[in-house]
Each structure stands twice: as structure tokens, then as C-alpha cells.
């Protein structure tokens, strides 16, 4: 069964430094998300790609946040300089268009 | 504001013992409702995807409901692999909004 991949699965950085994380959607899944899960919340979307486009930045913190997706299928989440508030899990997600879509492992960042 | 509220934050319930979960929505345009499983420490499971209201959908011990206000999942004689939390979305054509999940322990 076609998974949704990411790496790493666990970050323990030092604040201030730079953290980056890669997802692989599902084979033929046009639609990538990224999202933040704080513990004992829901996830939060923070950016939504439709095959290389950025379709839904508007809760990405661009001043530090940076995400791409260059040849339209595995993407890569950047936080630089990363702060204590960032630690949270990363989830990746990906769907055919937007329609359901099927979660990845995540990546639990600790930032100390 | 389009918003998406699960109820009860958390459920302890012993095995055998059914009960069920609500996920309240006020999203304009529904698209559709989405039910996930996660596990401590892992992504999201996908469970269900409702689309109009009337649908249920079942899954082994898991049924899902939907009306024009809520959604409900009922749970029928759990066991202790059925503890995980729950987690409802709710998507338009702009976005998909999750609530904050309800926490289900079954004991033995």
C-alpha cells in the first residue's frame, strides 16, 4: 500500500539554528500539505501545494518558514533560525486534488 | 469563522462498553467530513469521508454519521486497540479545518 513518506522522523536542534524536513507523497498525488500538530491540538495547515504551485501560504510564518515543492513531488519544510514556540510535530499530507488526504509519519521537532 | 469542535475532550470507557464521539462544525459550503485515527507519536489514519447529510459509513467496531451540524462516531463494544484519538476535519472548497480530537482509552 503507497505511503506517504518524511525525514527525519525526529529534530533536536538548539534554537536559532536551521532545521529542514522532506516529505514523498503517494505516487500521482498532485496535492501536498504541510501541517503543524501541537500537542493536544488538532494539525494546523501551514502550506498547500498543487503539483509546484503554492495554492494556501496565508498561516505559513514566512519570516522564518520557508516551503518548496520544486518539481512538483517531494517537498521540503524549512525553519531558519528555528525558536522554543517551533517545537511541534511536522506533518506532511498529500491527496489527488482535494480530496481525501493520507497522512505521512510526521517529524517531532524539539527545540531546545 | 468556520470552526470545528470535538466532544468529550477525552473518553475512558471499558471494554465492551459503546459510546460515541461528536464533532460539531459551523463551515459554510461543506465539501466534506473527514475522520481520522492517531496513534501517539504517529500521523493521522484515515478513517472516513462523509459527504452529504443522511451518509453513514461503518469500519469493523466504527460507524460514522453526518448531519447538517454535526457528525458522530459511534463506537460498538471497543476493545483495548481501539484506544487511540480521534479526529474530525471539515473541509470547503478553501480549506480543511480539524478539530482538537477526542482522547479514547478502552481499559480491559
Known amino acids: 500500500e503507497a505511503e506517504v513518506a518524511q525525514s527525519p522522523r525526529y529534530k533536536i536542534t538548539e534554537k536559532s539554528q536551521a532545521v529542514a524536513f522532506w516529505c514523498d507523497p503517494i505516487s500521482g498525488h498532485a496535492t501536498l500539505y504541510w501541517y503543524r500538530q501541537i500537542l493536544g491540538q488538532g494539525p494546523e495547515l501551514l502550506v498547500q501545494?498543487?503539483?509546484?504551485?503554492?495554492?494556501?501560504d496565508s498561516q505559513l510564518p514566512k519570516d522564518r518558514f520557508s516551503a518548496e515543492r520544486l518539481k512538483g513531488v517531494d517537498s521540503t519544510l524549512k525553519i531558519q533560525p528555528a525558536e522554543l514556540g517551533d517545537s511541534a510535530m511536522y506533518l506532511c499530507a498529500s491527496s489527488v486534488r482535494s480530496d481525501t488526504q493520507y497522512f505521512g509519519p510526521g517529524t517531532r521537532l524539539t527545540v531546545l | 469563522e468556520d470552526q470545528v469542535t470535538q466532544s468529550p475532550e477525552a473518553l475512558r470507557l471499558q471494554e465492551g462498553e459503546s459510546s460515541s464521539l461528536n464533532c460539531s462544525y459551523t463551515v459554510s459550503g461543506l465539501r466534506g467530513l473527514f475522520w481520522y485515527r492517531q496513534d501517539p507519536g504517529k500521523g493521522p489514519e484515515f478513517l472516513f469521508t462523509?459527504?452529504?447529510a443522511g451518509e453513514e459509513k461503518e469500519k469493523e467496531r466504527l460507524k460514522a454519521t453526518l448531519t447538517k451540524k454535526e457528525s458522530f462516531l459511534h463506537i460498538t463494544a471497543p476493545k483495548p486497540e481501539d484506544s487511540a484519538t480521534y479526529l474530525c476535519a471539515a473541509a470547503n472548497n478553501n480549506d480543511m479545518r480539524f478539530g482538537a480530537g477526542t482522547r479514547l482509552t478502552v481499559k480491559p
Open positions: 501545494f498543487q503539483d509546484e504551485s503554492v495554492v494556501d
Open positions: 462523509l459527504y452529504s
